[in-house]
């Protein structure tokens, strides 16, 4: 099992900039690709931000240039930095990971918060 913990959600200005952690435990060594997702209210789930398979990252393009996600393997953590934050980046922001134990398993934290308004 592995476990997805995330902070740094918060109300934040139009312009400003935010950090995102993701810490995980547990079986984290089968994990194999890592990022983070959000959802606006009355919306779909979308990818932000990734680290995929290849140990590249992928970006939507409507965060592309503002949003940088990084990691520190020696913590287990991912970051998710945003700058130039606008009122639709508001959504709930959960960290993802998927694993392989014989089958993929994909792993969801609990998600935070983050409100972009003037």
């Known amino acids: 099992q592995v476990q997805l913990v995330e902070s740094g959600g918060g109300l934040v200005q139009p312009g400003g900039s935010l950090r995102l952690s993701c810490a995980a435990s547990?079986?984290?060594?089968?994990?194999?690709?890592m990022g983070w997702y959000r959802q606006a209210p009355g919306k779909q789930r979308e990818l932000v931000a990734e680290?995929?398979?290849?140990?590249?990252?992928n970006y939507a393009d409507s965060v592309k240039g503002r949003f940088t996600i990084s990691r520190d393997n020696a913590k287990n953590t991912i970051y998710l930095q945003m700058n130039s934050l606008k009122p639709e980046d508001t959504a709930v922001y959960s960290c993802?990971?998927?694993?392989?134990?014989?089958?993929?398993?994909?792993?969801w934290g609990q998600g935070t918060q983050v409100t972009v308004s003037s």
């Open positions: 680290f995929t398979n290849s140990g590249n990252t």
């Open positions: 547990g079986t984290i060594f089968n994990i194999y690709a």
């Open positions: 993802n990971a998927v694993a392989y134990t014989g089958t993929n398993k994909v792993y």
